[in-house]
Each structure stands twice: as structure tokens, then as C-alpha cells.
């Protein structure tokens, strides 16, 4: 329509393109003309509604009509009430599965570093792990000093990375939800871009037990010659003991990172995390749909791709489930919805929690719109497997990984599972990244994409009017991608120095 975007024949609702928003009066055509002026992002009333009438978007319901709109009216959040969500107990589940895997393709490879244990790291780095918040101020200290004197040694080895957090003591370590914190730690250690060199610090007297934070295998001797050093060790006779002591381990590790070299390996082996922050109206129609588009191709090629955000599909998973590769996955899918409804009801939190104050000033009016949009960077392959909180991924394949919609929580918990690079698509902006796996940072609309032109990695925004396709912006964000996970490309977040604190999750009860 012109100046307007109308995602499906059944939308009564239409999306302004134009970068700098419509004047009233503007005829956007099939007789409907502004009544009022309305900004980028932002939905038009397509046709008269009264209270109580349905609100389509993407052939969906995402409100009804809380008060008459006209036709040409700016339809906004307090205009609309919510949808009740799908109801849990009457999803299909999966018995009639609408679509069979993609065509697999083959021959795309990128430059990665093995790993003994099969996995492929896009970056090469050593990790220093801590078992609980009382070594952080030492674990900042020694990481700056490992990067300063050390690495200068090692040209091969890309970073040391501290994996810091709020957890460890005054925890019920215990109950049944610990095991969240407790294994999203462990399996963050086993990630592929630490190639298995993980040494660890703990204090000694902490609750949670250093020696289970180390990958299967691995040493873990408690003296200061072994893969785990302890501060409160009594051969420890100052502080700078304790700094020598790591700095011995750290060397250690180095050496054996340096070794390394990148080799040519299959695009099967990429591990892609899929996540949106910061999102506009025009994130469920460029970005995340391109996303979408890159994440079928990497799994037609063999590859591993997960999408997360529990809270930013639950509106949406009567979609899902119809792509569950089996019963079993529908019913894990539904699991884990439900669960979360348990979680937000024990803390007192409703479905109006979610979208933050820049989505709505985006266009998007409620969570329902938001998770339409959201789930479109998922594509459409079959979803393999359910992956809980803190787990890591078992099969190749596109899978759910669930998480928080907080970009900070998914990011760490996406880590965990075994992404190797990961995908952000926003539409506000936001200058997230993380420092263990390169973040390639997708704009949905152009004007984020020029104003952040030294922040943005990819630019959706041509999409919206009509200048490229989605197919041909998802082939050169798949092509983007394997020069990324080669090193050949450095992300806006990496050139930088752009990077957010892992935050674990933790349901759990604090004592």
C-alpha cells in the first residue's frame, strides 16, 4: 500500500513505512486517509471498528477494540485489550505436523578452531571460571593482568574471559531450582570457544563447590598447580601469591590455546543463537524474518540453531507447536510454557509486564503483537528439541531454548547451551554484546541502521520499502555470518569493546 506495510489479506491494521512517519490527511490508498499524524512503526486502523472487534496483524489476533476506531486512526496500546493467551490444555500436540525438513544444502564452510571433544570455537579464548561473587574483584584484577603481560605471548589465543556472577553462597543450594545457576554455569564452561582451557577460582568456603564448574574430563586437583586454586588456600601467604599462583595456571592454558590454529570446517558445525532486544514494529517484518530466513539455511546446511524468549512466544505457541518434529516436543514445548506461567503467577507478574516502554514507542501495543513478530527469526524448519534452562543442546537441528526475555539472561543462558555465534535483531538499538562469541547486531528499520551505522552489523531496514526481498537479504546475512565465524569479519561489538555481564538466572530461593 505505499506508505503503508499489510502483513497478510485478514489485516485490518496496516504499519507506516515512512521513515519520518505520515501527516494527517496522507491518502495511503484503498480509501484510507490519515486522520491524525502518525509515526514510524506505528499501526493504521484499515477499516471502522467498534468495541470489541478483532485487531489483525500477521492474520492474527493481537487485541480487540477497546473503544471505536475509524478508519484512518492511529491505533495505539490503550486503544486495544489483549487476547487471552492460547490455552495450554487444548494445543494440538503436534500430532499433525504441517511441514517436512528444507532441501539440505551443502559446500559452505567456514575458518573455526577445533575442539577435542568435536565442537568448533569461532573464537579462541581462555576462560577463567569463579565459583562464587567474593573472587570477582580478584578474577577482574588477574583477567587485566593475563591481557596485559600474558597474551602479548600468545598471538593465536583472542581474549581471556572471566565467566563472573551474583551466584555461589548465601544460596539454598539445595533446592530443587539451584540446579539452574548451577548447570548454566557448568555448561557455559564447556562452551566451544573456550576449546575445553577453563581454569577455575574459588574462595573455599562458598556453597557452591569449585570443583563443579569444570567440563567433563578436566583436572580438578584443589593445589595451585591444578586447573582449580582456591584463595583461601593456606600456602597462600599474601595477595600477590594468590596472583602468581593464577598467572602460573593462566600460562599454562595459553600455551596450549596458542597451538591452535583455524581450520576449514562445515557450516554443520556453526551453533547460532537467535535473540531480539530493543524491538520495533518492523522487527516481526525485516529482521527477525531475515533471521529467520539465515537460520533455515544454516539448518539445511547441517547446523545448529536455537531461539529462546519464553515470555516473547508463549503468545504465539499455537504456531509452534504445529512445527514440533513429534508429540514428545509439542508436549516439552507446552512444559516449559507452563512452567513459566507457574513462575511469573508465584511472583505476582501478568502478561502486561512485557513490552517495555521503547517497544510500545516502536509501534508495538502489547506482548501478543510483540511475539507474532518474535517468533519469526525462528523460520519455519521443524523445531528437534526442547532445551530447558541452563541445558545444553543435543541435537543438530533447530531448537528451543529456554529463557527469559531478558537480553542479559538469554544471551548467558544461550552460552550455556553451546552457541558459538549468535544473532541480536533490534529495532530501538541497543549497544549489547558478549565477549565470549561474536554478536552480529541486525537493525529491523533503516533509520536505526544509518544513525547507528558504526554500531549495526546488518541493516534489514531495505525490506520495509520494498528495495531488496527477504530471501535475498537472508542469503547475505548467511554469507555475513560464515565470515564472522571465520574471523575474517570483526562485529561493531568486538571492535569496541561492547560487552555485557553474564546474569544467571536463578529462580531459586536466596538465603
Keep these: 500500500m505505499g506508505n503503508l506495510i499489510k502483513i497478510t489479506p485478514r489485516d485490518n491494521v496496516g504499519i507506516v513505512a515512512h521513515l519520518d512517519g505520515l501527516p494527517m490527511g496522507t491518502d495511503v490508498g484503498n480509501g484510507v486517509v490519515l486522520s491524525e499524524a502518525i509515526p514510524m512503526g506505528h499501526k493504521v486502523a484499515l477499516s471502522d471498528l467498534s468495541p470489541g472487534d478483532e485487531v489483525l496483524r ?6 480487540h477494540a477497546a473503544q471505536p476506531i475509524r478508519k484512518g486512526e492511529w491505533v495505539i496500546g490503550d486503544k486495544i ?51 562464587v561473587q567474593c573472587v570477582a574483584g580478584m578474577s577482574r584484577y588477574v583477567e587485566e593482568k593475563i591481557r596485559r603481560e600474558l597474551l602479548p605471548r600468545y598471538p593465536n589465543v583472542d581474549d581471556v574471559v572471566t565467566i563472573s556472577h551474583h551466584y555461589g553462597c548465601g544460596v539454598a543450594i539445595d533446592a530443587p531450582a539451584a540446579i539452574i545457576p548451577i548447570r548454566t554455569l557448568q555448561n557455559i564452561a564447556r562452551n566451544p570457544n573456550f ?24 583436572s580438578t586437583d584443589h593445589s595451585p598447580a591444578g586447573d582449580l586454586l582456591y584463595l583461601q588456600d593456606e600456602r597462600f601467604r599474601s595477595f600477590s601469591d594468590m596472583v602468581s599462583g593464577i598467572m602460573d595456571l593462566a600460562d599454562r592454558h595459553l600455551r596450549r590455546l596458542n597451538a591452535k590454529r583455524r581450520e576449514t570446517c562445515p557450516a554443520s558445525v556453526l551453533v547460532v543463537g537467535m535473540q531480539c532486544g530493543g524491538s520495533d514494529s518492523f522487527s516481526g517484518i525485516t529482521g527477525n524474518p531475515v533471521a529467520g530466513f539465515a537460520a533455515d539455511l544454516i539448518v539445511r546446511a547441517g547446523g545448529t540453531v536455537f531461539f529462546s524468549e519464553v515470555t516473547e512466544v508463549r503468545d504465539a505457541i499455537h504456531l509452534l507447536v504445529r512445527r514440533a518434529s513429534s508429540v514428545q516436543v509439542a508436549e516439552a514445548l507446552i512444559q516449559e510454557m507452563a512452567w513459566y506461567d507457574d513462575y511469573l503467577a508465584r511472583g505476582g507478574a501478568d502478561r502486561s509486564a512485557n513490552p517495555t516502554p521503547g517497544n510500545r514507542r516502536g509501534g508495538l501495543s502489547n506482548v501478543v503483537e510483540k511475539a507474532l513478530g518474535s517468533v519469526a527469526k525462528s523460520g519455519t524448519s521443524p523445531i ?32 550455556a547451551a553451546g552457541m558459538n555465534l549468535h544473532v541480536f535483531i533490534t529495532g530501538r538499538g541497543t549497544p549489547y554484546g558478549l ?6 547486531k541486525v537493525s529491523s528499520n533503516s533509520k536505526l541502521g544509518s544513525r547507528w551505522s558504526d554500531l549495526i552489523d546488518f541493516d534489514a531496514g531495505p525490506i520495509a520499502h520494498g528495495q531488496k526481498t527477504i530471501e535475498e537479504m537472508g542469503w547475505e546475512l548467511f554469507h555475513q555470518l560464515l565470515a564472522v565465524a571465520s574471523g575474517d569479519q570483526k562485529v561493531a561489538a568486538d571492535r569496541l569493546g561492547l560487552h555485557n555481564d553474564l546474569v544467571l538466572f536463578n529462580p531459586g530461593p536466596i538465603t
Excluded: H
Design 384 to 415: 528437534i528439541d526442547v532445551v530447558g534452562p541452563g541445558e545444553r543442546v543435543r541435537k543438530k537441528g533447530l531448537n528451543f531454548v529456554a529463557t527469559p526475555a531478558s537480553d542479559f539472561v538469554c544471551g548467558t543462558l544461550q552460552l
Design 81 to 131: 485489550t489483549m487476547p487471552r493467551p492460547p490455552d495450554l490444555n487444548l494445543l494440538s500436540k503436534g500430532e499433525e505436523i504441517i511441514d517436512g525438513p528444507a532441501p539440505s544444502i551443502s559446500g559452505y564452510t567456514f575458518e573455526g578452531f577445533r575442539n577435542r571433544d568435536g565442537s568448533v570455537g569461532t573464537k579462541n579464548i581462555l576462560a577463567i571460571s569463579t565459583s
Design 435 to 440: 565477549s565470549v562469541v561474536p554478536v552480529v
Design 58 to 63: 500477521y492474520g492474527e489476533v493481537i487485541g
Design 195 to 218: 576449546g575445553g582451557e577453563v581454569l577455575v577460582i574459588g574462595l573455599g568456603c562458598e556453597k557452591l563447590r569449585p570443583e563443579r564448574l569444570f567440563p567433563p574430563g578436566q
